[in-house]
C-alpha cells in the first residue's frame, strides 16, 4: 500500500508542474504587425535620406555622376584657371562643383603656397577660358569609365553655347597641351588640334609674349 501511494505522489507532483505560459496568438499575431511597420517606416526613412544626399550631392558614386551630370547643362559660376572651372550644383557638401576639362593641360598659375610661379601662358589660358564661359550656360559630356579625376573633380568635355566644345578651342588657340595619359573617345582629334596649333605658332607654339590668341 505504501508503494502505491509513493507513486500516486509522485504522479501528482508531476501535474502541479506547470510550464510558463508561451505568448497567446493575438500577441503574436500583434507583436509581428509592430514588427512589420517599424521596418517598414526606417526603409522609408532611409530610402528619403538617400534620394535627399543624392540630389545634393552626397553620394558620389558613379551612376550618380552620370545621371546628375552627363548631358546637363548648367552656369559657370566661377573660373579657377585654364583647365578647370566650377558650375552651379552641389556636389558632397559643397554649393558647386568644380570640373576638369578632359583630355587637356594648360599651364599652372602661380601657387605661392608651394613656392610656384605661373607657367607661361597660364593667365591668358585663364582669361581665354573665363571669356568663353564665365556665367554662361554650358553643358557637361562625361566618359563612362572615368567621372572623376584628381582631387574628386568631375572631368568632363564643356560644351560652350555656340556647340563648340572649350576643351578644343582652347587647344586651337594654343593654349593648352593635348593630355593623353588617359584614354578617351577625343583624344585623336585633340592630337589633330594640338599639332595644327603647333604648325599654326599660336599661343604656346609661337606668341612669346603670351597674348590671348582671337579664336573665333
Given at each position: 500500500?505504501?508503494?502505491?501511494?509513493?507513486?500516486?505522489?509522485?504522479?501528482?507532483?508531476?501535474?502541479?508542474?506547470?510550464?510558463?505560459?508561451?505568448?497567446?496568438?493575438?500577441?503574436?499575431?500583434?507583436?509581428?504587425a509592430v514588427?512589420?511597420?517599424?521596418?517598414?517606416?526606417?526603409?522609408?526613412?532611409?530610402?528619403?535620406?538617400?534620394?535627399?544626399?543624392?540630389?545634393?550631392?552626397?553620394?558620389?558614386?558613379?551612376?550618380?555622376?552620370?545621371?546628375?551630370?552627363?548631358?546637363?547643362?548648367?552656369?559657370?559660376?566661377?573660373?579657377?584657371?585654364?583647365?578647370?572651372?566650377?558650375?552651379?550644383?552641389?556636389?558632397?557638401?559643397?554649393?558647386?562643383?568644380?570640373?576638369?576639362?578632359?583630355?587637356?593641360?594648360t599651364p599652372?598659375?602661380?601657387?605661392?603656397?608651394?613656392?610656384?610661379?605661373?607657367?607661361?601662358?597660364?593667365?591668358?589660358?585663364?582669361?581665354?577660358?573665363?571669356?568663353?564661359?564665365?556665367?554662361?550656360?554650358?553643358?557637361?559630356?562625361?566618359?563612362?569609365?572615368?567621372?572623376?579625376?584628381?582631387?574628386?573633380?568631375?572631368?568632363?568635355?564643356?560644351?560652350?553655347?555656340?556647340?563648340?566644345?572649350?576643351?578644343?578651342?582652347?587647344?586651337a588657340a594654343?593654349?593648352?597641351?593635348?593630355?593623353?595619359?588617359?584614354?578617351?573617345?577625343?583624344?585623336?582629334?585633340?592630337?589633330?588640334?594640338?599639332?595644327?596649333?603647333?604648325?599654326?605658332?599660336?599661343?604656346?607654339?609661337?606668341?612669346?609674349?603670351?597674348?590671348?590668341?582671337?579664336?573665333?
Amino acid at each position: 500500500m505504501s508503494s502505491n501511494h509513493g507513486a500516486s505522489g509522485h504522479r501528482s507532483a508531476r501535474r502541479r508542474v506547470r510550464r510558463p505560459a508561451g505568448p497567446s496568438p493575438d500577441g503574436f499575431v500583434r507583436t509581428r504587425a509592430v514588427r512589420r511597420i517599424v521596418v517598414v517606416i526606417v526603409a522609408v526613412i532611409a530610402l528619403s535620406a538617400l534620394s535627399w544626399a543624392d540630389h545634393h550631392g552626397w553620394l558620389l558614386y558613379q551612376g550618380s555622376d552620370w545621371r546628375r551630370y552627363d548631358g546637363q547643362s548648367f552656369v559657370v559660376t566661377r573660373v579657377i584657371d585654364g583647365d578647370t572651372i566650377e558650375v552651379d550644383a552641389p556636389d558632397g557638401g559643397r554649393a558647386t562643383t568644380r570640373v576638369r576639362l578632359w583630355g587637356i593641360d594648360t599651364p599652372e598659375k602661380a601657387d605661392p603656397r608651394a613656392g610656384r610661379s605661373a607657367e607661361p601662358f597660364a593667365d591668358a589660358a585663364t582669361e581665354f577660358t573665363r571669356q568663353q564661359c564665365e556665367q554662361k550656360t554650358v553643358r557637361l559630356m562625361l566618359e563612362s569609365h572615368r567621372m572623376r579625376g584628381r582631387f574628386n573633380r568631375i572631368v568632363a568635355y564643356v560644351e560652350l553655347p555656340d556647340g563648340l566644345l572649350l576643351n578644343e578651342r582652347l587647344l586651337a588657340a594654343g593654349l593648352a597641351r593635348a593630355d593623353d595619359r588617359f584614354d578617351h573617345r577625343m583624344l585623336e582629334r585633340f592630337n589633330l588640334i594640338a599639332v595644327q596649333a603647333k604648325r599654326d605658332k599660336v599661343g604656346l607654339w609661337g606668341d612669346v609674349e603670351g597674348r590671348i590668341p582671337n579664336v573665333e
